[in-house]
């Protein structure tokens, strides 16, 4: 009676094609690519795991270069570098359209998407994961507050661009909800025909585990695609993987090739500097950085952007602060001496790093469930415009520059944490504290505290932008003449606080 109803089930089930009668899982082991790839065709919708070069299913990306199937669409994080990972597929014009929350540094990625040879779904890296979680839950779609008043929400956002730089096809609006008092906007969850993922061991049985933040978006995929195939480093006996070690169980896994000799490549390499705290100057990057680094406390959990964020990270001085990298870590610890980075190892701006002890390593998923969920204290990042009411973009030029939202939509829009920006006053002489952002949003009335080379704002609901400290050199005046949004000042105004460099 019992096989009869697991027989019945397996039939309406939409993904899985193997069930255990047994006891053991029914997982095909590959001698070869060409066969564990040997039925995805054209037109096929891949999830590809991995995020930057960790993770990523290097030997079956090349397999499908080699195999020539085209009129892909692919999920994933971001497209790899130009001549490495997914970015061969697009080399060879083999994708159709990418569903992913970061371009990057991919220079074909981009160029093809602005000249509209590639149409690109850019989605928040947190709605990304949570949508690849839900369809392979069966989930069918979720609320967010991820996004909420951006193009994301209203849509309008470009998906293909005409080659004459008009735009083509457009994101369609979300569904929105009040919960509680908070708006929400509805996404729809994704499955693939296949899922391609990568591990580091999988035993005979068919379970995979991952290394240290390879994990990222393979676990959450492998539950998602109606074919599974998983390429490890290793494949061991039964029972050398301990059942509590195991990160995804057997039951989702279709087939496993062994590739030995990956090339595993870093994308940006990023080592310790030896004489760090020499290198602080009164440069307006250098004096951003000085005031950030006071806004960490005791205690605090936090998640840093790349670049000034980043490093104000290196002066953390006498108090306990745990960093958050949304790729899947806990516990981040300073960039690795020369010689001791690990590809297996990096942030979310893709650098190599190391962990402290007590660190915790995990999925894309129950990263962005910690951000969502209200369990960061602080963000901060950067901006190309910030409006008077707290509102961020940082994201895109439309038809110019197109790197992606990443993690930065969930981040800013997270309950109960705190949002620094911290950029240089203007651009090449530009305003970029404004009345109103001109350009794409991150996020509505989302910024806490504006951090630059000449001042500090706090951003006060119900009043605007409040001149907290101002550097030396600088006067209300000069401040104005910099900043078009209006401003007040605030009675106890006090001089651009540092932190000093021992």
């Known amino acids: 009676m019992i096989r009869s109803i697991l027989r019945r089930g397996l039939k309406q089930h939409p993904f899985k094609r193997h069930i255990s009668t047994t006891g053991a899982c029914h997982v095909e082991f590959c001698d070869n690519v060409d066969h564990a790839i040997r039925d995805i065709k054209d037109g096929d919708k891949l999830l590809v795991g991995g995020f930057g070069l960790c993770g990523i299913p290097e030997f079956l990306i090349e397999g499908l270069q080699k195999k020539?199937?085209?009129?892909?669409?692919?999920?994933?994080?971001?497209?790899?570098?130009?001549?490495?990972?997914?970015?061969?597929?697009?080399?060879?014009?083999?994708?159709?359209?990418?569903?992913?929350?970061?371009?990057?540094?991919?220079?074909?990625?981009?160029r093809q998407f602005l000249s509209g040879e590639l149409e690109v779904e850019l989605t928040p890296q947190g709605t990304l994961a949570e949508r690849i979680r839900a369809g392979g839950a069966g989930v069918p779609a979720f609320f967010t507050p991820t996004g909420y008043g951006t193009l994301i929400h209203k849509g309008g956002s470009p998906i293909k661009y005409n080659s004459d730089g008009t735009v083509a096809i457009t994101s369609k609006p979300r569904e929105e909800r009040v919960f509680n008092g908070r708006n929400y906007i509805m996404e729809e969850a994704i499955t693939g025909d296949f899922a391609l993922i990568k591990g580091h061991r999988a035993d005979e049985a068919g379970n995979v585990t991952f290394?240290?933040?390879?994990?990222?978006?393979?676990?959450?995929?492998?539950?998602?695609?109606?074919?599974?195939?998983?390429?490890?480093?290793?494949?061991?006996?039964?029972?050398?993987?301990?059942?509590?070690?195991?990160?995804?169980?057997?039951?989702?896994?279709?087939?496993?090739?062994?590739?030995?000799?990956?090339?595993?490549?870093?994308?940006?390499?990023?080592?310790?500097?030896?004489?760090?705290?020499?290198?602080?100057?009164?440069?307006?990057?250098?004096?951003?950085?000085?005031?950030?680094?006071?806004?960490?406390?005791?205690?605090?959990?936090?998640?840093?952007?790349?670049?000034?964020?980043?490093?104000?990270?290196?002066?953390?001085?006498?108090?306990?602060?745990?960093?958050?990298?949304?790729?899947?870590?806990?516990?981040?610890?300073?960039?690795?001496?020369?010689?001791?980075?690990?590809?297996?190892?990096?942030?979310?701006?893709?650098?190599?790093?190391?962990?402290?002890?007590?660190?915790?390593?995990?999925?894309?998923?129950?990263?962005?469930?910690?951000?969502?969920?209200?369990?960061?204290?602080l963000t901060m990042l950067g901006g190309l415009q910030v409006s008077a009411k707290g509102d961020l973009a940082n994201w895109m030029i439309p038809g110019k520059m197109v790197k992606g939202m990443g993690g930065a939509m969930d981040l800013v829009g997270s309950p109960g944490t705190t949002v620094v920006v911290t950029m240089e006053h203007t651009a090449r002489g530009a305003h970029k504290i404004l009345p109103e952002c001109t350009l794409p949003l991150t996020g509505t009335q989302v910024v806490d505290k504006i951090i630059t080379e000449k001042c500090v704002f706090n951003v006060v609901k119900d009043v605007g932008l409040v001149l907290e400290e101002m550097a030396d050199g600088e006067t209300i005046d000069s401040i104005k003449k910099a900043t078009l949004a209006s401003f007040e000042v605030s009675p106890d105004l006090k001089p651009l606080q540092q932190i000093k460099i021992q």
Do not use: W
């Not at 971001?78 to 014009?93: E, H, R, S």
């Not at 059942?243 to 940006?268: A, L, S, Y």
């Open 211 to 377: 290394r240290l933040s390879a994990n990222n978006f393979n676990q959450p995929m492998a539950s998602a695609g109606a074919i599974t195939i998983a390429e490890v480093e290793e494949i061991v006996p039964v029972g050398s993987i301990p059942p509590e070690d195991v990160h995804v169980p057997c039951i989702f896994v279709d087939r496993i090739i062994q590739r030995t000799g990956h090339q595993k490549r870093i994308e940006k390499v990023t080592l310790l500097a030896e004489d760090a705290d020499k290198k602080l100057s009164d440069s307006p990057r250098d004096r951003i950085i000085r005031r950030a680094a006071l806004e960490f406390t005791d205690g605090m959990f936090a998640n840093l952007g790349i670049g000034i964020p980043m490093m104000a990270a290196n002066y953390i001085s006498g108090i306990t602060v745990t960093l958050q990298s949304e790729n899947g870590i806990l516990g981040l610890g300073p960039f690795p001496r020369a010689g001791q980075q690990d590809p297996d190892l990096i942030n979310a701006g893709k650098q190599t790093v190391t962990i402290l002890p007590g660190s915790s390593l995990f999925s894309s998923d129950v990263s962005f469930g910690m951000i969502r969920g209200g369990h960061v204290d």
């Open 68 to 110: 020539g199937v085209k009129d892909l669409t692919c999920v994933s994080n971001n497209a790899g570098v130009d001549d490495f990972g997914l970015g061969l597929l697009l080399q060879n014009k083999q994708v159709k359209r990418m569903i992913s929350s970061y371009v990057g540094e991919n220079a074909e990625f981009e």
